[in-house]
Nanobody, 123 residues
Framework: QVQLVESGGGLVQAGGSLRLSCAASGRTFSSYAMAWFRQAPGKEREFVAAVSRSGGSAYYADSVKGRFTIPRDNAKNMVYLQMNSLKPEDTAVYLC????????????????WGQGTQVTVSS
């Protein structure tokens, strides 16, 4: 069982940077792979990035590869989404998720979800 609480969303200009944080409850945080998904108005929920249990492997959607990173700090029960070179197309509600780490890309790979935080990128 894990509870996820997100922070760091807000407004940023195109080309700028933003760092989202996800705080996880529980003393078994390192047992979970962590991911970020996003959902823009009128669009389906989309995989953004994931990180393995140990933090040794990361996976990114092609649309964000080279711009976003997903570090985690197991000692602090935290996972982050560092977003650089932001584009208006990145505007969405961003959701933190926790899963078993057997697979990373699908919504069904994750058992727990945060409430979502709004990211708006202005042109």
């Amino acid at each position: 069982q894990v509870q996820l609480v997100e922070s760091g969303g807000g407004l940023v200009q195109a080309g700028g940077s933003l760092r989202l944080s996800c705080a996880a409850s529980g003393r078994t945080f390192s047992s979970y792979a962590m991911a970020w998904f996003r959902q823009a108005p009128g669009k389906e929920r989309e995989f953004v990035a994931a990180v393995s249990r140990s933090g040794g492997s990361a996976y990114y959607a092609d649309s964000v590869k080279g711009r976003f990173t997903i570090p985690r700090d197991n000692a602090k029960n935290m996972v982050y989404l560092q977003m650089n070179s932001l584009k208006p197309e990145d505007t969405a509600v961003y959701l933190c998720a926790a899963g078993r780490g057997l697979a990373y890309i699908r919504r069904s790979d994750y058992d727990y979800w945060g409430q979502g935080t709004q990211v708006t990128v202005s042109s």
